[in-house]
């Protein structure tokens, strides 16, 4: 079993100021790590992925993760947010251990605002 | 283009009526997935398919039905059963444990 939990529910922050926003997970065997964003009455779209190699992975509008396997972490972070990346992010995992179905196991998801 | 086509966007159904929300890909993906999202409580498994004429039941499978007839097609049957069927319903395609995901079906019992 697997489980995520992402610590804050919402996050506000000002406009070019950085953000962090926390996951830590928990699962018997090892997984992939992924965050989400959703937009409103919108689905989830992929911002970024870990599945092997670098522990840093880093998104194409300027999000980075980092992989942390002794304190199963997967804390997303952004130097500098703009007024756009007001969303709702979630964190998930997913066993890699080849014997399971790649089930997605979400957080309940963390609501960032960005305020001008 | 590929992707995750759901429909309709919204459907509203009376008490009482059974519905059915749609879901296709044209990814060629192996396993779908149908997720309910409620404010506040992130997405919750509803059901699952790693493969055709086979599907299994996710955390919250009571008042819902799916068929997976079709690679491409997955649909989510919402029944009488289902006491509180107002939310908005998610349905994802998944390779190597990436997810991906339609753009949703707001469903409102009215």
């Known amino acids: 079993a697997q489980s995520v939990t992402q610590l804050d529910s919402q996050v506000p922050v000002f406009e070019e100021a950085p953000v962090e926003l926390r996951c830590n997970y928990s699962s018997s065997v090892s997984v992939y790590l992924f965050w989400y964003v959703q937009y409103p009455n919108q689905g989830l779209q992929l911002l970024l992925k870990?599945?092997?190699?670098?522990?840093l992975v880093e998104s194409i509008n300027g999000f980075e993760a980092e992989f942390n396997k002794s304190q199963t972490s997967f804390h997303l972070r952004k130097p500098s947010v703009h007024i756009s990346d007001t969303a709702e992010y979630f964190c998930a995992v997913s066993d890699n251990s080849g014997a399971g179905s790649y089930q997605l196991t979400f957080g309940k998801g963390t609501k960032l605002s960005v305020i001008p | 283009d590929g992707g995750i086509t759901q429909s309709p966007k919204y459907l509203f159904r009376k008490e009482g009526q059974n519905v059915t929300l749609s879901c296709e890909q044209n990814?060629?993906?192996?396993?779908m997935y149908w997720y309910r999202q409620d404010p506040g409580q992130g997405l919750r498994l509803i059901y699952y398919s790693q493969i055709v004429n086979d599907f299994q039941k996710g955390d919250i499978a009571e008042g819902y039905s799916v068929s997976r007839e079709k690679k491409e097609s997955f649909p989510l049957t919402v029944t009488s059963a289902q006491k509180n069927p107002t939310a908005f319903y998610l349905c994802?395609?998944?390779?190597?444990?990436?997810?991906?995901f339609g753009q949703g079906t707001r469903l409102t019992v009215v």
């Open positions: 990814l060629n993906h192996d396993a």
């Open positions: 994802a395609s998944s390779i190597g444990g990436e997810a991906f």
């Open positions: 870990y599945l092997s190699g670098s522990t």
